[in-house]
Nanobody, 123 residues
Framework: QVQLVESGGGLVQVGGSLRLSCAAS????????LGWFRQAPGKEHEFVAA????????FYADSVKGRFTISRDNAKNTVYLQMNSLKPEDTAVYYC????????????????WGQGTQVTVSA
């Protein structure tokens, strides 16, 4: 079992920045790839970013590439999502996920999920 707890969401103006954190605990928390997804009202879960255990490989959705940065601190079992140049279309509930199998971009391939944190970008 892996437990994930997100924090850092909030309300920010267009062009602003936020940093999300996800604290992971459990049996494989320190060795799993970790990822971020988001879900806007009425839409499916959307892949945002993922990072391997070593942090040596990162993956991003085209919609956030160049604006968002995923990183992790394995000593703290925490993954971060630095979000810059935020746009109204980034408004969503952001979820942390762990233990993927196969396609990193598919929410169905991730086994563990946090409760989510709301990010709202106001125009």
């Amino acid at each position: 079992q892996v437990q994930l707890v997100e924090s850092g969401g909030g309300l920010v103006q267009v062009g602003g920045s936020l940093r999300l954190s996800c604290a992971a605990s459990g049996r494989t928390a320190s060795s799993d790839p970790l990822g971020w997804f988001r879900q806007a009202p009425g839409k499916e879960h959307e892949f945002v970013a993922a990072i391997t255990w070593s942090g040596g490989s990162t993956f991003y959705a085209d919609s956030v590439k160049g604006r968002f940065t995923i990183s992790r601190d394995n000593a703290k079992n925490t993954v971060y999502l630095q979000m810059n140049s935020l746009k109204p279309e980034d408004t969503a509930v952001y979820y942390c996920a762990a233990d993927p199998e196969g396609d990193y971009t598919s929410p169905r391939d991730w086994s563990y999920w946090g409760q989510g944190t709301q990010v709202t970008v106001s125009a």
